[in-house]
């Protein structure tokens, strides 16, 4: 058996090889945009993006493109992929060839973590896609349901509140971590919405966080497929492990809301939502489609929104008067004696804009979630095969100094200015089919919390020098260390924190 399979593994190289110069040759009678030099058979340009492996792929492919154009038509092993970076190239994937870059390319984080390319994010553009997109938009992420959900968000952003009150004391700086203190809010929010129960279980947040480091990861596997032959498949084989736990949790978490509903009236949750279409029509909605449709919720709902919310607070200490005009805006609109509710976000402008600007600098997704083409199409005059994965550097775009005033300096004024406004130069939710349908329920969650944490206290950095804004690794953007902090309560609202 063994020369066997080394004539195999010998055959199979050769024969990559072979393609790598056809793909050459293809590419003089092809107008395809430009690519880099120094493409390497079998692996075309993954060189240059494992050549720094902690650095976040969003930071290579915008080195890569302000030195070679902003967009680009690479080889990731056996897939061609095209890069875009200017505003009018995205726009023009996402408006004009919508429909044929609507579809998703087959990864393995998709197949191990997205229940075989079952869920709302990984699955493949047709009738099955739309039907989840439907159940997303009109029955679980309606504006009545969050609506009808603030009161959650409210519960738990008291809860939050009270636990940094019942810590700290009111006559000196307390410190905190609140990267962990953010994310169980987050994680308990989305949880109480889509369950009705709170999760106190540490190994349940470590999956989320694996995954979407996992999924965000640049995986070899995905690119030279044939490598597993070696035994060189770990991220792979971290995938099916993970991924069998979550299908395992979620099964258990629909089993027990299916038998809590037929012995006891609750609050309607978003499980229940999808169990009721369940018994309306079993054939269309499997426990297959409930179990992904509540991992894409509580996912993305948890991670992106905690994130920004870590990153907005990062920003803010080291802007104390962006701070202190944040909390003045509060203390206008809202006054001392109450706390803030999801009714006043509308009237708190600047609040809105550090949310913005935090996204711009920040975005959750950095390359949005990579498209597919379908069929051939055209981009800025050059053609597009079939087959091509699409990556949109939506970070280096809403950095861009050519489309953006001091494109790097945190300045939430910029968008009272008008800045972003045109075209699609500030976009962090994505755009076109494919847009994500929670910015509403995201942009309610980060407004009430950070809104609530400038009204109740007092920041400070822990020390003189500015807060880290190194950038980790992951399909989120995750700040590389915790955010830790100086806090203490305002003695205006002592009054209000003493009766949570």
């Known amino acids: 058996m063994a020369p066997l399979y080394y004539f195999i593994a010998l055959l199979t190289i050769t024969l990559l090889v072979l393609l790598s110069g056809h793909r050459r040759r293809r590419r003089r009678h092809l107008n395809l945009p430009p690519t880099i030099p120094n493409s390497l058979p079998i692996i075309g340009h993954l060189h ?4 720094q492996p902690h650095q976040p792929l969003h930071r290579t492919l915008t080195s890569l493109s302000s030195t070679y154009g902003p967009i680009l038509h690479l080889h990731f092993g056996s897939r061609p992929v095209l890069i875009v970076s200017s505003p009018s190239a995205a726009e023009e994937c996402l408006t004009t060839n919508d429909i044929i870059f609507a579809n998703r390319p087959l990864l393995l984080s998709a197949k191990y973590l997205g229940f075989n390319h079952s869920i709302l994010g990984a699955a493949p553009y047709g009738p099955y896609w739309r039907n989840l997109r439907r159940i997303a938009t009109i029955e679980l992420l309606s504006t009545s349901r969050i609506v009808s959900l603030a009161r959650i968000r409210a519960e738990e952003t008291r809860s939050l509140l009270r636990s940094l009150f019942s810590t700290a004391a009111a006559d000196r700086w307390n410190l905190a971590e609140m990267k962990t203190s953010i994310k169980n809010l987050s994680l308990n929010t989305m949880m109480r919405m889509v ?53 395992e949790r979620f099964q258990m978490m629909v089993d027990e809301r299916r038998r809590r509903r037929r012995s006891v009236v609750e609050e309607k949750t978003l499980v229940d939502v999808m169990l009721a279409l369940q018994e309306e029509e079993p054939e269309r909605y499997s426990d297959e489609i409930i179990k992904g449709m509540l991992w894409v919720l509580i996912a993305a709902g948890t991670e992106s929104s905690s994130g920004t919310m870590e990153w907005a607070l990062s920003l803010l200490l080291n802007h104390p008067k962006t701070l202190q005009k944040a909390r003045d805006e509060i ?64 970070y280096a775009i809403q950095r861009d100094p050519k489309l953006w005033k001091e494109a790097e300096s945190f300045k939430p004024e910029r968008f009272d200015e008008g800045e972003g406004s045109e075209g699609f130069q500030f976009f962090p939710f994505g755009s076109g089919r494919r847009k994500c349908p929670g910015e509403v329920m995201a942009n309610r969650m980060m407004g009430m919390t950070l809104g609530a944490l400038v009204q109740c206290f007092e920041w400070e950095r822990v020390g003189e020098e500015m807060v880290d804004l190194s950038e980790g690794e992951g399909l989120t953007l995750p700040k590389l260390f915790p955010l830790e902090i100086k806090y203490k309560p305002r003695e205006v609202m002592m009054n209000v924190l003493s009766q949570l």
């Open 48 to 51: 240059l993006i494992f050549r």
């Open 195 to 247: 369950d009705g129960e709170k999760y106190y279980d540490e190994r349940f947040w470590l999956m989320v966080e694996d995954a979407f480091k996992l999924s965000g990861s640049s995986s070899v596997e995905d690119f030279v497929p044939w490598i597993t032959w070696f035994g060189v498949a770990a991220t792979k084989r971290r995938m099916m492990r993970l991924g069998k736990e979550l299908d």
């Open 331 to 394: 203390d206008f609109h809202v006054g001392r004696d109450r706390l803030i509710t999801d009714s006043d976000l509308p009237h708190l402008h600047y609040l809105q804009n550090i949310i913005k600007e935090t996204l711009r600098l920040y975005p959750a997704g950095p390359l949005l979630v990579p498209h597919y083409s379908s069929t051939d199409c055209t981009v800025e005059g050059y053609n597009i095969p079939g087959g091509t994965m699409l990556l949109i550097n939506v």
